[in-house]
Nanobody, 124 residues
Framework: QVQLVESGGGLVQAGGSLRLSCAASGRTFSNYGMGWFRQAPGKERRFVAA????????RYADFVKGRFTISRDNAKNTVYLQMNSLKSEDTAVYYC?????????????????WGQGTQVTVSS
């Protein structure tokens, strides 16, 4: 089992920045591909970004490319999502997820563990 706890969400003005963190506990963190997803009210959960077990490969949804950066620190069992140039449409609950794979995973069904989510609200 892996437990994931997100933090760093909050209220920010459009154009601002936030950094989300996801702390993992349980099994060896470096065995997992990690990802961030988001879900706005009334919408489906959407892929945002993913990172391979080593951090050597990353993937982003088109709507965050150039603005968001995913990274991980395996020594701290933590994955991060740096979000810059935030827009009102980025408002959502952001979820961290772990997949039992060394690869990049971009679909929700590919993930084995999920955090509880952290709310990000961007005011225009």
């Amino acid at each position: 089992q892996v437990q994931l706890v997100e933090s760093g969400g909050g209220l920010v003005q459009a154009g601002g920045s936030l950094r989300l963190s996801c702390a993992a506990s349980g099994r060896t963190f470096s065995n997992y591909g990690m990802g961030w997803f988001r879900q706005a009210p009334g919408k489906e959960r959407r892929f945002v970004a993913a990172i391979s077990w080593s951090g050597g490969s990353t993937r982003y949804a088109d709507f965050v490319k150039g603005r968001f950066t995913i990274s991980r620190d395996n020594a701290k069992n933590t994955v991060y999502l740096q979000m810059n140039s935030l827009k009102s449409e980025d408002t959502a609950v952001y979820y961290c997820a772990a997949a039992i794979t060394h690869s990049i995973v971009v679909v929700t069904l590919g993930y084995d563990y999920w955090g509880q989510g952290t709310q990000v609200t961007v005011s225009s």
